[in-house]
């Protein structure tokens, strides 16, 4: 080895010297060696055997005859040996009788036990008996044969596959036939050893089966709780899709909806205005406009149509007007030529914000109506009254005035069942349902205009809460 000199001294002042990345490799310390379960994990013995029980599983659901051929050719095996030396060694000391019996009768004993391991997977339980009762006639005819390896088979696999009542019965059966074997029909010199040893091995069998149908049982639970949970997935993003296209259907229709009826409001005065005056050109241009507005709300109509789902909401609604904004949206459908009176009671202010937001839509929908149905020759009044438990939102307005030129293409107003592409009063009546309230949608009662009569189920729970951003 050589000695280890250590390095001089950087100068502070130098250019620092450049260092080795296998050096820094060298020095850095050994990630610790895996200790205990995880040690076991990876030891190459489990992985390969792990790995070898994963391609025997693959093998048996693609191919289970080839497998049934295997275990009936490894029975062949273990069996063949002791058919060729004509038994004479036994098992624990025993010593059967074959020697008093015709020579072919060991070799129609093996087939007969050999066979019908076929059918054990279509009827365990049937092969199960017929095997254990050719195995007891060969007891009672003295014979010890290593076919009896079948009978440990079948068992395995009614544990495996088989009715657990059967179960029951079959290693009852089995223990039985096993304990008067060893101790009476083939009596062995070591008895003790020999029943211990056979009773191990038909409880091995059973506890084996029991193992792999419960883990199978296991596998295919987590299988179909996947397989829930990858179908409520889907539905949960069905459903947050579907609501999420009728939150902005909703929006949509009251933003957009609003403020394209109150440019066509504004371009049909202005048109009309223009042509009092002679203005021919302008005139024209405005009511190309309104035309043009008429068109895209017809448009909007029919995209919502596709998008809102006729559900109920069940959230908050962003961006969230309030009674605040009642006042802007007012100042905008005066602009546009409507005449509208408003008037308010009770503590407006201690309103929840869902509650105010309900009541802006209503107002908001309810006057988008009257542009669209009546005309600016028309007349609103608005009242917002809050009581102990109730809001009351009432919209009325005059219609057309007789002898007043009426907006160009006017609209009568909507029927309340009406069923066309329109959502705007069955917006307001769900609105509504969501705090429990009654709507009120027809003519009034004096026969000229429309009234939109709204009373919300406010409770003081409610009332209590204060404006909040939903």
């Not at 100068?11 to 620092?16: C, I």
């Not at 490894?74 to 000391?93: E, K, N, Q, R």
């Not at 448009?299 to 006729?310: I, K, M, P």
Request: hydrophobic letters at 45%; aromatic letters at 4%; charged letters at 20%.
């Amino acid at each position: 080895m050589r000695p280890h000199r250590a390095a001089p001294p950087a100068d502070p002042g130098g250019p620092a010297d450049p260092v080795d990345p296998a050096d820094l490799a060298r020095r850095a310390p050994a990630p610790p060696a895996p200790s205990g379960l995880d040690a076991l994990w990876t030891h190459p013995m489990l992985r390969g055997f792990l790995r070898a029980q994963r391609r025997l599983r693959r093998l048996n659901r693609r191919s289970p005859w080839l497998v049934d051929v295997a275990v009936m050719v490894f029975v062949v095996c273990v069996s063949l040996p002791d058919l060729l030396a004509g038994g004479d060694a036994a098992p624990f000391g025993a010593t059967d009788s074959r020697d008093q019996l015709p020579a072919a009768v060991p070799y129609l004993f093996a087939v007969a036990l050999i066979v019908p391991l076929w059918w054990r997977r279509r009827a365990p339980a049937a092969v199960f008996f017929v095997v254990s009762l050719l195995s007891l006639v060969q007891s009672l005819l003295g014979l010890w044969q290593p076919t009896g390896i079948s009978v440990l088979i079948a068992l395995f696999t009614l544990a495996l596959h088989g009715s657990p009542r059967l179960l029951g019965r079959a290693v009852v059966v089995a223990a039985v036939q096993v304990t008067v074997t060893v101790c009476v029909l083939v009596p062995a010199r070591h008895w003790v050893l020999g029943l211990f040893f056979m009773l191990g091995t038909v409880t091995a069998a059973t506890a084996t089966g029991l193992t792999l149908r419960t883990r199978r049982m296991y596998l295919a639970a987590l299988e179909d709780r996947a397989r829930r949970l990858e179908i409520e997935r889907d539905q949960r993003v069905r459903l947050t899709a579907a609501a999420e296209r009728s939150r902005v259907a909703r929006e949509m229709h009251d933003i957009v909806g609003h403020n394209l009826s109150v440019m066509v409001g504004v371009a049909d005065g202005a048109a009309v205005l223009a042509g009092n005056r002679d203005e021919t050109d302008s005139a024209e241009a405005l009511r190309i406009l309104a035309e043009t507005g008429r068109q895209a709300m017809g448009e909007l109509r029919r995209v919502l149509g596709v998008l809102r789902e006729e559900q109920d909401e069940k959230g908050a609604l962003s961006p969230q007007p309030g009674l605040d904004d009642l006042d802007p949206l007012l100042a905008r459908v005066r602009a546009a030529g409507l005449t509208v009176t408003y008037r308010t009671a009770g503590d407006l202010g201690g309103l929840s914000g869902g509650v105010q937001l309900t009541v802006y839509r209503i107002v908001q929908e309810a006057l988008t109506n009257t542009l669209k149905h009546a005309g600016t020759a028309s007349t609103a009044e608005v009242t917002v009254t809050a009581g102990a438990d109730t809001v009351r939102i009432r919209i009325a307005d005059t219609g057309v005035s007789p002898g007043t030129p009426p907006n160009p293409r006017p609209h009568p107003h909507p029927q309340p069942d009406a069923s066309g592409p329109g959502h705007g009063l069955v917006g307001i009546r769900q609105r509504a349902a969501m705090y429990g309230g009654t709507v009120t949608i027809g003519p009034s009662d004096t026969g000229n205009g429309w009234t939109v009569d709204v009373t919300l189920d406010v409770p003081r729970v409610f009332a209590g809460e204060g404006p909040a951003a939903d």
